[in-house]
């Protein structure tokens, strides 16, 4: 079965510390790769696709093919980055498959 | 800008009550989803729609149905609501190819008493 896993549901990290949020897939193929974040009180949206190769507010994903992972990294977390964050590979159907996300709280 | 819509940002419903969840958007998307946002579960997909009339199953589409008649309104409908489907939730909007990023919709939180 097609699965996709954040293992951390919460990580709390101090201001201007490294910040990797993990996520493992289990595709055969390539699938494409999108980190989703939700801010308090907003609506989710895209964070980041791999196919752009941007980095979006500092952030960056790496795939890595032989480990099945895309995770997301900044090198400086700010306080503004505290959200839920939703590792979403897509493995070239419509239906995303949604990992069970990763709370970030970045602490003053 | 993209914009979409729901009609509601909170619900309250009773067991047995038929609910509908509507969904608007104005991009001219083929693609419309609806997804419920649990905790510790992440989102899921209840059903897709990718042309009018067209819809497919999502991964947990028991208890709900969907209808969509206008390419820009992707509605679900809650049959005969149930304590169970007391959730977040989402709808979004996407162009084709169905790899293209969602356009998400600010939420509906539904309770079910």
């Known amino acids: 079965a097609q699965r996709v896993t954040q293992p951390e549901k919460l990580l709390s990290v101090f201001k201007g510390a490294p910040v990797e949020l993990k996520c493992n897939y289990s595709y055969s193929g390539s699938p494409e790769l999108f980190w989703y974040v939700q801010y308090s009180r907003q609506r989710l949206q895209l964070l980041l696709r791999?196919?752009s190769r941007e980095s979006i507010k500092g952030f960056t994903a790496d795939l890595n093919k032989g480990e099945t992972s895309f995770h997301l990294k900044k090198p400086f977390a700010q306080e503004e980055d505290s959200a839920m964050y939703y590792c979403?590979?897509?493995?070239?159907?419509?239906?995303?498959?949604f990992g069970t996300g990763t709370r970030l709280k970045v602490l003053a | 800008d993209v914009k979409v819509t729901q009609s509601s940002r909170y619900l309250v419903k009773r067991t047995g009550e038929k609910v509908f969840l509507e969904c608007v958007q104005d991009?001219?998307?083929?693609?419309m989803f609806w997804y419920r946002q649990d905790p510790g579960l992440g989102l899921r997909l209840i059903y897709f729609s990718y042309d009018v009339k067209m819809k497919e199953k999502g991964d947990i589409p028991e208890g709900y149905s969907v209808s969509r008649e206008k390419k820009e309104r992707f509605s679900l409908i809650l049959e005969s609501a149930s304590t169970n489907q007391t959730s977040m939730y989402l709808c979004a909007s996407s162009l084709p190819p169905t790899t293209d990023t969602q356009y998400f919709g600010p939420g509906t939180r539904l309770t079910v008493l």
């Open positions: 979403a590979p897509l493995p070239g159907t419509y239906k995303y498959i």
């Open positions: 991009m001219d998307h083929e693609n």
């Open positions: 791999h196919i």
